[in-house]
């Protein structure tokens, strides 16, 4: 089972607030759609289960997720960082072959990059548990160099090394102990970098 966990629990402080309920306009939509609902709605196709993770007085989020039949998992938390939020997803579904983490403030990723990701992620699959390695978008500038991107996919067999996580960096930490058993999915598209921080970022690429 494919999880994936839309991490929406944010302040939104350097964007003025209520980030994830700006409306965005991705090629696939017909309208505008709050940003945090567009980057669940993108990867909705590709998981088997959607647990959207927001602050417990965040009522409109909770309302539009619910709505669209969305599993909401309150990170009470959440002033403690990105991992906080990230670990209470990873409790909301505990039993999971593989968590797919989403950014809610990443509503640009193309359909095609979620696709060869989940592509990726069946050949995993098909690998014994212990076997299995964190799967993470990247792109490639043209001196060859590499930078990571999202999303990124834990397998079961670093559940314990992800609830150990603390602060704001999220699983970064862990991606990087991980080195070699990173499995990178090359891929051309700006959105895999695109987070929405400031409301200037919405026309910076």
């Known amino acids: 089972m494919i999880v994936g966990i839309v991490l929406a629990a944010g302040q939104g402080s350097r964007f003025g607030g209520d980030k994830l309920l700006h409306p965005v306009q991705v090629p696939s939509a017909n309208e505008p759609v709050a940003m945090g609902l567009q980057s669940a709605l993108n990867l909705q ?23 669209q039949g969305f599993k909401v998992c309150p990170s009470e938390n959440y002033l403690d960082g990105l991992s906080a939020s990230l670990m209470a997803g990873i409790r909301a579904s505990a039993a999971a072959d593989m968590w797919w983490l989403a950014l809610g403030d990443m509503p640009f990723i193309a359909a095609p990059s979620y696709l060869a990701i989940q592509q990726e992620i069946s050949q995993q699959l098909q690998k014994p548990e212990q076997a299995r390695q964190i799967v993470q978008a990247c792109s490639q500038d043209s001196s060859g160099a590499i930078k990571s991107g999202h999303p990124v996919i834990f397998p079961q067999r670093l559940k314990a090394a992800l609830l ?42």
Do not use: M
Request: with cysteine.
């Open 164 to 205: 150990e996580l603390s602060g704001d960096e999220g699983a970064r930490s862990l991606v990087k102990k991980e080195g070699r058993q990173v499995q990178q999915v090359l891929l051309s598209d700006t959105g895999i970098h695109w987070d929405v921080d400031k409301l200037a970022d919405l026309k910076a690429l």
């Open 45 to 67: 196709p590709y998981v088997d289960e959607v647990i959207c993770v927001v602050r417990p007085d965040d009522s409109e989020l909770i309302k539009y997720f619910l709505q």
